[in-house]
């Protein structure tokens, strides 16, 4: 039956879209590392400055490279959603990482899947199924393990700070999400002038703070630019171009937060706690569960 199977030039594509997500996974994978070790030669105000600038300079590039970069210039008021993100979700995030152990920041963090979903209700009028009832449950009883420690009814022993900021910081990212969804323009010129304008802004706010400049804290930063912000999303975005079926690729995304487990384990020597791993399986349960409830697709 025609149609059934693609031709040699889509597996062709099907591959590289898959040999993208997989890079693309990898990098993020490696984030919560890097978030910890500048951390421990820079302050925030330092790391999400300098790292927001390299992104906006690595996103204008790959316009440039491809003659979008006037679109990518073309600033309008919808691009003030740079202000949440990468401004406040980069600088409440760090702020997080700063106060929790990696695991326990990039566990919470990962929730920011269940509060798009739930967001979605009300503000991009998706249904409330029982399905993403139960998704939200499992994933937050996750949230409450973390805290916790494992101990339920206690949270001794953890930064009660760092929980609020690491679940603050997935409100704003998906607040950010969600009012990026009502602009129908070119996603890599959009992201482009968000970060441009968020490299404004975070600038001044380290000059305000009288943050410092190292070496170390900027190599660092210039990572996470990169990997975290400007490369992997280009890599993401022409992955899903790639392919027929993002679910394919889309998937791939659960091996992140497993990866980044392995490398805080491997490069920072935090022992894992077993609060950590049941919370985060029941976090990725969630997400899963919520993947099947509908959308939207947060890809």
């Known amino acids: 039956m025609e149609g059934t199977s693609p031709g040699p030039g889509q597996a062709r594509r099907e591959r590289r879209a ?9 990098a993020w994978s490696t984030v919560a590392t890097a ?3 500048a951390l421990r030669h820079g302050d925030v105000f ?7 600038l390299v992104s906006a300079l690595t996103l204008a590039g790959l316009g440039a490279a491809q003659g979008r970069l006037r679109a990518c210039l073309d600033f309008s008021r919808r691009d003030l959603v740079g202000l949440l993100n990468p401004v406040a979700y980069y600088l409440v995030l760090l702020a997080a990482y700063d106060r929790l152990a990696a695991q326990q920041a990039l566990a919470l963090n990962y929730t920011w899947v269940l509060v798009l979903a739930g967001l979605s209700v009300p503000f991009l009028r998706q249904p409330f199924s029982r399905k993403l009832a139960a998704a939200l449950l499992l994933g937050y009883v996750g949230v409450w393990i973390i805290a916790s420690g494992g ?6 022993g953890i930064d009660p700070a760092g929980v609020a900021l690491a679940l603050l910081s997935t409100l ?11 602009s129908a323009g070119d996603p890599l010129a ?5 970060f441009l304008l968020g490299a404004l802004v975070s600038g001044v706010i380290w000059l305000a703070t009288g943050a410092g400049f190292s070496a170390p804290a900027f190599a660092g930063a210039a990572y ?21 079926q993002a679910s394919r690729v889309t998937v791939l995304v659960f091996l992140s937060p497993v990866l980044s487990l392995l490398w805080i384990h491997l490069v920072l020597g935090e022992p894992g706690r077993l609060p950590t791993w049941i919370g985060m399986g029941m976090i990725l349960a969630g997400v899963a569960l919520s993947r099947r409830a509908g959308p939207p697709d947060a890809s």
């Open 18 to 26: 898959v040999a993208l997500a997989l890079y693309t996974v990898l």
């Open 46 to 52: 330092e790391l999400v400055f300098f790292a927001t």
């Open 224 to 244: 996470l630019g990169v990997m975290e912000m400007g490369l992997s999303f280009f890599t993401w975005l022409l992955a899903l171009r790639l392919t027929r």
């Open 35 to 37: 978030f910890k070790l």
């Open 172 to 182: 704003i990212w998906a607040g950010a999400w969600i009012l990026n969804t009502r």
């Open 190 to 194: 959009g992201l482009t002038r968000q």
């Open 151 to 156: 101990r339920l009814t206690t949270f001794s």
